[in-house]
């Protein structure tokens, strides 16, 4: 493997071979290596010719034997790192140890690390089904640790709920600590690492009459005249919920904001998947190309999410719902409430951008979640460039007479680590192009 | 006066008096006073209570006497400078010299001065006209030293054109250098500092069928990645304006542009007021509490822009006109065309926020022109708090929820020295409030 503290090796025990009836090598494996005390999952494809085999191991490439049920081969990564691997296979599942050298470690110490290798579950063969799944526990990390809470098929569609992002469900209980709890995670069965992830935002509805916000300004937003201005502000605000009339009302306003009202407008704050296991898992505050906590107020009913997959899985989550945000989130708390929730999940094999793509009725948005919004303003147009190259056929050039001529620019978040801005392209104006996606 | 080179002073020489019939001294004076070669602009407001006159200077609080049509007076600024005042007046015109002491200078040398001072012309006893107006001239400064191109009345009409961004006019023919230079300035009869103008932009429409823009990327908003993607872009591209139809095409597009349009929305990049005099006037590329070239594409017909008036008559710029702009204008130049342009001017007299506001048909809208869009983001938000205080009565805390509830943040311009950033808040939202300003 290359890079980090994950690269590669040469085996030394050979493990004694019980004669079995020899069981089919070749196809994807999930690998479940134990290093150094945390199970990192990583992949296996093999590709079988008589007695030879080839394929990676986690993107290292590799060669070596099968016979009977014994496997051997050797993985290289670009830097010096190898994996040397002995194996065996039984009943559907491969055991085994490999010498893994690092070729970032200085000494390149050659480890022995066991392992273990099953097949990736393959969605059943049957139509797409709903699921109605009530959530009982909540995580608040995008951890590939976390056991799945319940296995779709691509196609499937999930209906559920979220609880508030200080842990508090529909009946006013709470059920998880603060800090926006997600549901899940979701176990998408055939997606591995390299395919996308698509989420399709079917139904956000309010479950209950209050939502939970503060009076204050994120800290990224005050200017030195504001931050004088807002001393002593930053307590809580409950808002009032009108399921009925679809508006959102301070429960106690002062005088001159007696009568204020807004409509609500649902929304996901987090969405995101499992991140792959190198690094440690990122809270559910946090944001990166894995998704997580976008707080972008576009997030609901209508709009697609494009995940890229980096664990066998995926391993969805979501929630930190809003009944309704300003762009921004400049209070830092949205209305926090809690949500009726659908998502039709899907699959596309194979093919990742690298980073979340978001999809609405109307726009393709691109992302930026850097640490300042000029820096975020940057990596929305490039991410976007990125899109349009690919699925539009369209030069630089082209593309930026798009944004000169159509580019919307918004701020999507800003109280957390990341500056969040977004940049979305109208569907209206691609759809004159002769590179135009077909609905 | 308080600060840099513009504070005060002693006037020894007395000036022999010509008996004369008493004029009125009473009132307000324009003063232009020769600073060191630049003929500098300030107010002069007189109160008179028999021989005694008290009043301000530039602000610097003065008391003195009147003897026939002799004036004498000091006026004091906070810092420790001062304006020795000895003057006559003639025929409805003040000529005389200051001693002034700069109280930032750190030897405190007075300077001997010469000065004149008039009435302001106040606005004509009519009915609002429209006027006809044709330039001839175009200026790339937002300059006080430009001389009027046409007086006009608060309520009145202003018909006229612009050119485009390059000089050139709706018959293609170059009339000024390229810069965004500016038709008018329209002098605003009784304009006076310390007034808003208000500026409706009432009609904006294209005079041709061309418009010229460029197909690179502005530099702020290249990442690493798009810097490279980039390379050798920026050419120039010309787009066809259908004008019946409403739509603009670039005339010679790739393949994969081939029938893209984008429906035109004509919008002013520069409207602002001339500068005091104070500092060197700022180019017709710049943006600052004067307005300028803030190149916000809501600035189209229906919106109305308030501009902090800081010298007698406003002296009104507008040009620039982009046929149609993406946020941000990532182009650097937009689709730069003429226009035909029809705006109402008024007043708000002795009222002034000190920065430009916009009013949309469905937004109040506060803008941030600073280094970064950090910055502007800040400045945008802080500018909305003001203007909410002060025209609803609300608290910053309630100030916030309505920011963390329906805030629409957008770029508004990139390519100049400021990244500009606007705050959005929808009428709608406002006009559920006690305080609401009815239409």
Redesign the interface.
């Known amino acids: 493997m290359r890079g980090g503290l994950w690269s590669a090796a040469a085996l030394a025990c050979v493990m004694p071979a019980v004669v079995q009836a020899q069981e089919q090598v070749a196809g994807r494996w999930i690998v479940t290596v134990d290093y150094f005390g945390t199970p990192t999952v990583w992949t296996l494809t093999l590709k079988q010719d008589g007695a030879t085999i080839t394929g990676d191991l986690t993107g290292d490439v590799l060669t070596g034997t099968v016979k009977g049920n014994e496997i051997r081969f050797l993985a290289k990564d670009t830097v010096g790192g190898s994996e040397d691997v002995t194996a065996r296979l039984v009943k559907g599942r491969i055991t085994g140890e490999m010498l893994l050298v690092d070729g970032s470690e200085p000494t390149r110490t050659p480890h022995r690390l066991a392992f273990t290798a099953e097949r990736p579950p393959e969605p059943a063969s049957r139509p797409p089904m709903r699921h109605e799944f009530v959530p009982t526990r909540f995580y608040r990390q995008f951890s590939p640790s976390n056991p799945p809470a319940l296995h779709v098929n691509p196609g499937d569609t999930i209906h559920t709920s979220t609880i508030d992002a200080a842990g508090i469900d529909a009946e006013g209980v709470r059920r998880a600590a603060p800090g926006n709890p997600q549901t899940g995670p979701f176990y998408i069965d055939g997606a591995m690492p390299g395919d996308t992830l698509v989420v399709r935002i079917r139904r956000l509805r309010l479950n209950r009459d209050t939502a939970i916000?503060?009076?204050?300004?994120t800290e990224?937003?005050?200017?030195a005249?504001?931050a004088v201005?807002?001393a002593g502000?930053g307590?809580p605000?409950t808002w009032r919920l009108d399921r009925d009339k679809g508006i959102?009302m301070?429960e106690a306003?002062?005088?001159?904001?007696?009568?204020?009202?807004?409509p609500v407008r649902p929304m996901l704050g987090g969405i995101g998947v499992a991140v792959d296991a190198r690094p440690p898992a990122p809270g559910s505050g946090d944001v990166g190309r894995f998704g997580g906590n976008m707080d972008f107020n576009e997030m609901g009913e209508g709009t697609t999410v494009y995940l890229p997959v980096a664990v066998p899985g995926a391993l969805l989550y979501f929630g930190d719902a809003h009944a309704?945000?300003?762009?921004?989130?400049?209070?830092g708390?949205?209305?926090e409430t809690s949500m009726d929730v659908e998502v039709e999940v899907d699959l596309v094999r194979g093919k990742s951008a690298g980073q979340v793509r978001i999809e609405t009725p109307a726009h393709l948005v691109a992302i930026g979640m850097e640490g300042?919004?000029?820096?975020s303003?940057?990596?929305a147009?490039?991410s976007m460039?990125g899109w349009l190259s690919a699925d539009?056929?369209?030069?630089?050039?082209?593309i930026?007479?798009?944004?000169?001529?159509?580019?919307?620019?918004?701020?999507s978040a800003?109280p957390g680590r990341a500056?969040g801005?977004v940049l979305k392209i109208p569907k209206a104006?691609l759809a004159?192009?002769?590179?135009a996606k077909k609905p």
Chains 1, 2 share one sequence.
Request: net charge neutral.
């Open positions: 916000s503060t009076n204050g300004m990224r937003g005050q200017d005249r504001t201005r807002m502000t307590k605000v959102a301070p306003p002062g005088d001159a904001l007696k009568g204020y009202w807004v309704a945000q300003g762009d921004g989130e400049t209070t708390d949205a209305l300042s919004l000029d820096a303003f940057r990596a147009s490039s460039f539009y056929g369209l030069a630089p050039a082209d930026a007479q798009i944004y000169g001529t159509a580019a919307e620019y918004r701020v800003l500056a801005m104006r004159t192009l002769p590179g």
